[in-house]
């Protein structure tokens, strides 16, 4: 007696016949070619293996055009005879029917990592349990200092610092006031902030030492250039996009419009990231902040990422007009100051307004002056100088250069505009983590094993967006840029 055979078999049997089993079909080829724009997507969605960021409007477009349909039929049905889930495997066949690949977008939760509701107002069952609410990482020992000893080379201005910079590191009462918002970031947010020793160890754990450190640091190195105008959150997704892109070994493609992977910087990102998928590396003499940052994350922390809230605490605490610049930075999103009479001053003209010739000209109280007031960034002069000022903080507080700038950036952030959350970089990975495991529907090790073997990025999170984030460039951004 011949044996009875399962479900997806008869099915797929069924479809190989059809000549539906490839996806390299002449079918499946002219779909895809009528579609160049999303061909690499398109390609993807034909995988056997799930896909990050999947596009539910674009899936069901090319579910609808002949062939492709029923070849992600077969792919999902593959799937479900995986993932030994019959009722998958039923909505994959659905696909044949119309509105089918709809029914079964649903069932899979869609965009939202939702399960959908049947028309009987009843969910669809599935065997997959959302995340545990406890961390993944263990992060004890946060607060420890990593042993990385990497030189940074800095450019040394031939004339010494400018005059802005000799005047602040003499003057001592600035140095106290910046002294005493450090001491007040010494928290384990702040002198943890830097420490991913427990995601190189997931690197090493998954490639070995050698492999697991290389692409540890490729992703760091990914996560520094495209820091900037990122909130934290959205660095680090951007960062795993390019880096599925670096274990693969392919060169750098910009994220499709729509993919949640694209930025207002992206131009800038994609430029970073494509020089460090061909090997090389940002310059830390002409981008000494964001190379810096890099270093920091992977453990060299005897230097400093000198970001716009470490110049405004200075600057703030020094009351020289000389720190306030010219030009406001960004007027279209610098609001008038609460203050502001226009009777005594006139109407206010964010895109003319000069705020150091206003605050040498006015009887202004320098306390009541706004943050966007001042320098935005250190420059090719001055960096140095910041930097010398923040390691004269880590011997005063008895920790590493790196630690005291992210104390510092954390205890003076009520009077340099910050807005984000004090959390470390890697409670902030640990959210990201959890955000994709909910929107994927598997466990936080299955998104974290996925996104270091470059098989799908990690999945942004519209339900806890973070105001001013860690890495930005601008105000509604944060700390590394």
């Given at each position: 007696m011949a044996e009875r055979k399962a479900w997806w078999e008869i099915l797929r049997d069924q479809f190989a016949s059809r000549g539906l089993l490839d996806p390299e079909s002449e079918r499946v080829q002219e779909a895809v070619q009528a579609a160049p724009a999303v061909q690499r997507q398109a390609r993807g969605l034909l995988s056997l293996d799930p896909q990050a960021e999947s596009d539910a409007v674009l899936e069901m477009g090319l579910g609808s055009l002949p062939g492709v349909g029923q070849a992600m039929a077969v792919r999902d049905l593959e799937r479900a005879r995986r993932d030994r889930d019959p009722v998958a495997g039923a909505l994959a066949a659905s696909n044949f029917i119309p509105f089918g690949s709809i029914l079964s977008r649903m069932r899979r939760g869609g965009d939202a990592g939702e399960v959908a509701m049947a028309a009987d107002g009843n969910s669809f069952p599935t065997e997959i349990q959302p995340p545990k609410d406890e961390p993944y990482f263990n992060l004890e020992g946060l607060t420890t200092q990593p042993s990385r000893k990497v030189e940074i080379p800095r450019y040394e201005p031939p004339r010494g610092a400018p005059g802005y910079m000799q005047r602040l590191e003499k003057n001592q009462k600035a140095y106290d006031q910046v002294l005493n918002w450090a001491r007040r970031g010494m928290t384990e947010e702040g002198l943890g902030w830097y420490n991913t020793d427990a995601l190189r160890g997931e690197f090493v754990k998954e490639f070995g030492e050698d492999v697991g450190q290389k692409n540890y640091e490729k992703y760091i190195d990914l996560v520094a250039a495209t820091s900037a105008g990122a909130k934290t959150p959205a660095n680090a997704k951007i960062a795993s996009y390019y880096y599925q892109q670096a274990v693969r070994g392919e060169p750098a493609v910009k994220p499709l419009k729509g993919s949640g992977y694209g930025h207002k910087a992206q131009n800038l990102h994609f430029k970073n990231a494509a020089e460090i998928l061909a090997g090389g590396q940002l310059d830390p003499i002409k981008n000494p902040k964001r190379f810096t940052f890099g270093e920091?994350?992977?453990?060299?922390?005897?230097?400093?990422?000198?970001?716009?809230?470490?110049?405004?605490?200075?600057?703030?605490?020094?009351?020289?007009?000389?720190?306030?610049?010219?030009?406001?930075?960004?007027?279209?999103?610098?609001?008038?100051?609460?203050?502001?009479?226009?009777?005594?001053?006139?109407?206010?003209?964010?895109?003319?307004?000069?705020?150091?010739?206003?605050?040498?000209?006015?009887?202004?109280?320098?306390?009541?002056?706004?943050?966007?007031?001042?320098?935005e960034a250190p420059t090719k002069t001055d960096y140095k100088a910041f930097e010398d000022l923040n390691k004269r903080l880590a011997k005063d507080l008895g920790v590493a250069p790196a630690a005291a700038q992210a104390a510092l950036w954390l205890g003076a952030g009520e009077v340099t505009g910050l807005g984000s959350p004090p959390i470390a970089f890697m409670k902030i990975l640990e959210e990201r983590l959890a955000a994709t495991a909910k929107k994927r529907g598997i466990t936080r090790e299955k998104a974290l094993k996925d996104f270091i073997q470059g098989k799908a990025p990690l999945a942004k999170n519209k339900q806890q967006p973070v105001q001013d984030g860690l890495l930005s460039q601008q105000d509604q951004g944060s700390m590394y840029a």
């Open positions: 920091n994350l992977k453990g060299n922390w005897d230097y400093a990422t000198v970001d716009k809230h470490n110049v405004r605490a200075f600057a703030i605490a020094s009351k020289d007009p000389e720190f306030i610049n010219s030009r406001l930075a960004d007027p279209k999103a610098t609001p008038k100051p609460s203050w502001w009479n226009e009777k005594k001053y006139g109407a206010w003209d964010a895109e003319s307004f000069n705020p150091r010739e206003f605050v040498q000209t006015k009887k202004v109280k320098w306390e009541t002056i706004p943050p966007t007031w001042f320098k």
